[in-house]
């Protein structure tokens, strides 16, 4: 093969060894050139790539595109955003946004004075001397607000001030404001949890990877909250609590406590406010105790309704009188001490169940023992130390013994749903609620059937017939308590409440409304007790939940009503026959 | 010198690999690039997004809602009783009573105009009148002038 004449060597011919040399340094010669050609090709083909494909095609393609400014507003993925906390049907009530935050470099502001007048312009609530103090401090890094309003990140970029930058920062937004404040809680500026479920969920939400989500229903939250603001302004009281819960299982609908706060911005004047009624107070509930005081007479002793107890006098114990509202000075039986809410009739069914039974039955239905449910803000009971008799006779109608009125309700649902028990719950993923998984039944279904037909008949023929619904059959038991201060009960200071659960033949939900120090008005005559005050708003909520939650009247004849078996055993009831024998359940 | 073929072959095809390294390289660099934009416009997105969301839940606030309702509109909150379960169960209106037919007699000889039927003015050939002056004109109208006189 012959080479090209490019290659050829010279004409003149030297032959022998120093024609071998030459060719030797003639190929190394070649060989470093192209090696230096190759380099430089290279160098030349990178200085290509920085200046060219690198850096001016990529700009060129960004002018032409409508999307050109995205790369310079990275957004920072350095920590995941804190988890959200939605309601049950997905409703936001705690997000957290990027938001700009503004710190100064102060090497770089050359008039601190006017920079510091002009912030002040845009943010009226800086104070001039506080920022002008900041920026005449020789830093790299000050903050000088956090969580800028967009509108005002612009003003502050209009003003051109190079010392002035911005660095991203999660910001926690409650969309629903001071709805449910105190089971959502609140976060410092941090983002760490300091109350409800945010402070109770703090590890698991500062990963945000998934929604927690509350059983709390916001439309029932902001029904159950206006009812009960509207019963605390009418009645003048200092507070109130209310509750939904689903008896069955326990999953708390709606939880409110007045006075609440804006978790927005939480601060020293809101200490007061920061205390939850329902799950931090302590009361002694008053007669709505009367529930698990019959529940345990009938559940231990299988009395019959028409087993009379002796309400003539009232009953005088350790220099203490024991005496009813409104007294009967008659032998009565249960559905009437129910009906009438008999303290004394209370006490006499208390004394033949014994502190024993009727201890342990409180204990069963988890009033002795703090409320487990998820959130920290929990209150512990009061419970007599030592438990002396007369500690069961005031038990036995609520005074004497202090509990939360969450943890009442959850009693409550108890010994409705057919005696299981269920503890109030407020997340619905299983794994993370403390809802009782143990099936554990505190009352046997016939004692908690008997229990529908007393609490119904408190709503048809007793003191809580403010509460009826038509067609949606409530029951329940109001509860008016005196306070206890220093020692003595102050009977112009109450605790009025009522706790409805309907629909009273196949129990769904429960609901509670209690007032702090309700006074009496002109329309109430001057009664502050739990009929006039609580149960009232509860008909209102039982009327306004239905078409929320799609559930559908149903007239039921007298004849079928929960009640109606129990009309022999009170005075004017009907028809027929009072003071039977022990009957069946019906 | 003498070059041979295989060290030209050798040098052609470090050359070609070269340049095809390069250019897989610069496809790489710049789907990264694409690839970027994209996660970038994502995030944004996702953040225009996450606002959005909490704008809406923020305006839909249950005591918002109620307040305009009662604002601005002539309806109150549902009360049971405007419950049912069964639609079919909503009994409807009584049906409404219908005309009487016209004879089909009647129908097949419609009435003949014996003069010239008076036609309301032409409200383009009255752009300039005023209003009250169409109205006038309306109102002079002989209604009866349809029939034989």
């Known amino acids: 093969m012959s080479l090209p004449p490019l290659f050829r060597r010279p004409s003149e011919k030297i032959i022998g060894a120093r024609r071998s040399a030459l060719d030797v340094a003639r190929g190394r010669l070649v060989f470093v050139g192209i090696c230096f050609s190759l380099g430089y090709i290279l160098l030349a083909a990178r200085t290509m790539d920085l200046t060219v494909i690198q850096g001016e095609l990529p700009r060129l393609a960004q002018v032409g595109s409508e999307e050109g400014d995205a790369p310079e507003q990275a957004v920072a993925e350095a920590k995941p955003l804190r988890g959200d906390i939605t309601d049950r049907n997905g409703v936001l009530l705690a997000r957290s946004l990027n938001t700009a935050s503004l710190y100064a470099d102060t090497y770089y502001i050359t008039q601190p004075e006017k920079v510091a007048a002009a912030l002040v312009k845009i943010m009226p609530d800086l104070k001039y001397a506080d920022v002008l103090q900041k920026l005449q401090k020789k830093t790299h890094f000050i903050w000088l607000r956090r969580n800028l309003t967009p509108k005002n990140q612009i003003a502050i970029l209009n003003m051109g001030q190079p010392g002035l930058n911005f660095q991203d920062e999660a910001h926690r937004i409650y969309p629903q404001g001071a709805i449910a404040s105190h089971i959502v809680g609140f976060t410092d500026i941090d983002g760490r949890g300091l109350g409800g479920v945010e402070r109770n969920f703090n590890a698991l939400l500062e990963t945000g990877t998934q929604p927690l989500k509350l059983t709390i229903d916001i439309r029932l939250q902001h029904i159950m909250r206006r009812e009960l603001n509207k019963a605390i302004r009418e009645f003048s009281g200092v507070g109130g609590v209310g509750a939904i819960m689903d008896v069955n299982t326990g999953e708390v609908l709606a939880a409110v406590s007045e006075p609440d706060f804006d978790p927005q911005s939480v601060g020293e004047e809101d200490r007061p406010a920061l205390f939850s009624r329902l799950t931090q107070g302590v009361y002694e509930m008053g007669s709505t105790f009367k529930i698990f005081t019959a529940a345990a007479m009938i559940e231990l002793k299988n009395p019959g309704m028409g087993q009379t107890f002796d309400a003539r006098a009232p009953i005088e114990i350790g220099g203490f009188k024991i005496k009813d509202y409104h007294p009967e000075n008659a032998w009565i039986t249960i559905p009437e001490i129910f009906m009438v809410s008999s303290n004394i009739g209370a006490a006499r069914m208390a004394e033949q169940i014994g502190t024993t039974g009727l201890r342990q039955f409180f204990k069963d239905v988890g009033l002795l023992d703090p409320l487990q449910i998820e959130i920290q803000e929990v209150g512990r009971p009061l419970v007599p130390n030592p438990w002396r008799p007369i500690s069961t006779l005031t038990a036995s109608y609520g005074h004497g013994i202090a509990v939360t009125p969450l943890q009442t309700l959850g009693a409550v649902s108890s010994v409705i749903n057919g005696g299981t028990l269920v503890h109030p719950t407020l997340v619905m993923d299983s794994d993370l609620s403390k809802k009782d998984k143990s099936g554990k039944h505190v009352v046997s279904a016939e004692t908690s059937h008997r229990m529908r037909q007393l609490l119904r008949l408190v709503v048809t023929n007793g003191t809580g017939k403010s509460a009826d619904v038509p067609g949606f059959q409530v029951g329940g038991k109001t509860g008016t308590a005196e306070k206890n201060s220093g020692g003595n009960y102050n009977h112009k200071s109450l605790l009025s409440s009522f706790i409805g659960v309907y629909p009273m033949n196949a129990p769904k939900y429960a609901v509670l409304v209690m007032v702090d120090e309700p006074k009496g008005t002109k329309a109430s005559h001057g009664y502050a007790t739990g009929g006039w005050v609580g149960a009232p708003p509860v008909g209102r909520i039982v009327a306004a939940m239905a078409p929320v939650l799609g559930i559908v009247p149903k007239d039921i004849p007298h004849e079928q009503d929960m009640a109606t078996p129990l009309l022999p055993y009170i005075k004017n009831g009907q028809p027929g026959e009072k003071h039977l024998a022990s009957v069946g359940v019906e | ?149």
């Not at chain 2, 994209?38 to 809602?65: G, Q």
């Not at chain 2, 105009?113 to 032409?122: C, E, Q, R």
Request: hydrophobic share 35%; net charge negative; proline share 8%.
């Open chain 2, 1 to 149: 010198m003498r070059l041979r073929l295989s060290t030209i072959t050798a040098l052609t095809c470090a050359g070609i690999a070269g340049f095809l390294l390069f250019q897989t390289s610069q496809n790489v660099q710049q789907a990264e690039d694409k690839l970027r934009v994209a996660h970038e416009s994502l995030a944004k997105e996702e953040a225009s997004l996450r606002v959005l969301e909490t704008e809406w839940d923020y305006l839909n606030r249950p005591d918002r809602i109620e307040d305009l309702a009662q604002q601005h509109l002539k309806m109150q909150a549902t009360m049971p009783n405007a419950l049912v379960k069964d639609s079919r169960s909503i009994t409807s209106p009584p049906p409404q009573v219908e005309k009487k037919a016209i004879p089909a007699v009647v129908r097949e000889t419609p009435p003949v105009a014996t003069t010239s039927v008076p036609m309301p003015p032409s409200i383009s050939n009255n752009e300039h009148k005023q209003f009250d002056d169409l109205m006038n004109d309306l109102a002079t109208q002989n209604p009866a002038a349809g029939g034989g006189q």
